[in-house]
């Protein structure tokens, strides 16, 4: 397997415009994570799939930000419109199952928002 | 919220040095993973010590937990240049809580030649 596979790796894009980021998990896991990285902030969970199926969002920080998982080899993470706090690097990840495995990263996508 | 929380935020030692970054947490976990994340990549997992375990060793990495003190230590022993990198701590929350690892800021070591 290649591991969880993200795209694009970097994302420059005008304040207000729609910006979409793209995962595709390790097959056969069942967990799908959307995490951001700032400097100030560390590493933050944004939202989880168990089976496609949405099961926490709590970390969405605005509704400007959406996520979804139409099939198991699938997700994205669109923020619309885009701002320059959200500049950062959005990372997915996924895992068998809940608890007591690891999880794989993707390499992430560094986002400026200009 | 942020459940792991790193200390030293930043370690500079010498090649050959033992490097021992520290990870403090709040709530009861299943169990502790330490992940290691080079410049501009993705984080790597490490080692994962379960809640019943007070030591583990990963070639040239040692793990402890003490659940009674709700900390763990990562020691690198020998270091080398390509272990510079940042070294993070992660927690399954037992409880029900979320089926994500949730991370400290990390520790940023720099290995120097």
């Known amino acids: 397997d290649a591991g969880v596979i993200q795209s694009p790796r970097h994302e420059v894009t005008e304040m207000g415009q729609e910006v979409t980021l793209r995962c595709k998990p390790i097959s056969g896991h069942d967990y799908l994570f959307w995490y951001r990285q700032t400097m100030m902030r560390g590493l933050e969970l944004l939202i989880y799939?168990?089976?496609?199926?949405?099961?926490?969002d709590s970390g969405m920080p605005e509704d400007r930000f959406s996520a979804k998982m139409p099939n198991a080899s699938f997700s994205t993470l669109k923020i619309q419109p885009s701002e320059p706090r959200d500049s950062a690097v959005y990372f997915c990840?996924?895992?068998?199952?809940?608890?007591?495995?690891?999880?794989?990263f993707g390499q992430g996508t560094r986002l400026t928002v200009v | 919220s942020q459940q792991g929380e790193e200390d030293p935020q930043a370690l500079s030692i010498q090649e050959g040095e033992n490097a021992t970054m520290n990870c403090s947490y709040k709530?009861?976990?299943?169990?502790l993973q330490w992940y290691r994340q080079n410049s501009g990549r993705g984080l790597v997992h490490l080692i994962l010590i379960r809640s019943n375990e007070r030591e583990k060793h990963s070639g040239r990495l040692r793990v402890t937990l003490d659940t009674s003190k709700k900390s763990s230590s990562l020691l690198i022993t020998a270091s080398r240049a390509a272990d510079t990198a940042s070294y993070f701590c992660?927690?399954?929350?037992?409880?029900?809580?979320?089926?994500?690892?949730?991370f400290g800021k990390g520790t940023h070591l720099i290995i120097q030649p």
């Open positions: 799939f168990n089976n496609n199926v949405p099961i926490d």
């Open positions: 992660a927690t399954d929350e037992t409880g029900g809580g979320a089926d994500g690892l949730t």
């Open positions: 709530t009861s976990i299943n169990n």
């Open positions: 990840a996924s895992r068998k199952y809940r608890a007591g495995t690891e999880a794989f």
